[in-house]
């Protein structure tokens, strides 16, 4: 059976925040780039859930960035009683790398 990916509730907020950011600073074009880079590491930790290291501070979560973007995608694993395995993203679904990050 396939791994699925189980998202947040507020992983929609921060997607249509962040797509609207990248609607108006550089259009349609720029936004559906975005989109389209985070579904593809969606899609490659959904397949192989421990593929992404483990962030230090929190080793349940781990984090990979979106290409292309100075976005972090967080998730955690968890066994499902179905045999499966499902990557679900975390309470915020982005993360900023610190060196992007406002002082």
């Given at each position: 059976?396939?791994?699925?990916?189980?998202?947040?509730?507020?992983?929609?907020?921060?997607?249509?925040?962040?797509?609207?950011?990248?609607?108006?600073e550089?259009?349609e074009?720029?936004?559906?780039r975005?989109?389209?880079?985070?579904?593809?590491?969606?899609?490659?930790?959904?397949?192989?859930?421990?593929?992404?290291?483990?962030?230090?501070d929190?080793?349940?979560?781990?984090?990979?960035?979106?290409?292309?973007?100075?976005?972090?995608?967080?998730?955690?694993?968890?066994?499902?009683?179905?045999?499966?395995?499902?990557?679900?993203?975390?309470?915020?679904?982005?993360?900023?790398?610190?060196?992007?990050?406002?002082?």
């Amino acid at each position: 059976m396939e791994n699925q990916a189980v998202f947040n509730r507020l992983v929609q907020k921060d997607m249509n925040g962040i797509c609207s950011y990248y609607r108006e600073e550089g259009g349609e074009g720029l936004a559906d780039r975005f989109f389209e880079a985070t579904l593809r590491v969606v899609e490659k930790a959904a397949a192989n859930p421990r593929y992404f290291h483990p962030l230090k501070d929190e080793p349940r979560l781990r984090r990979t960035p979106v290409e292309g973007f100075p976005y972090h995608f967080l998730y955690r694993e968890i066994p499902s009683g179905s045999g499966t395995t499902e990557c679900a993203a975390n309470n915020s679904l982005f993360q900023l790398p610190k060196s992007a990050r406002m002082r």
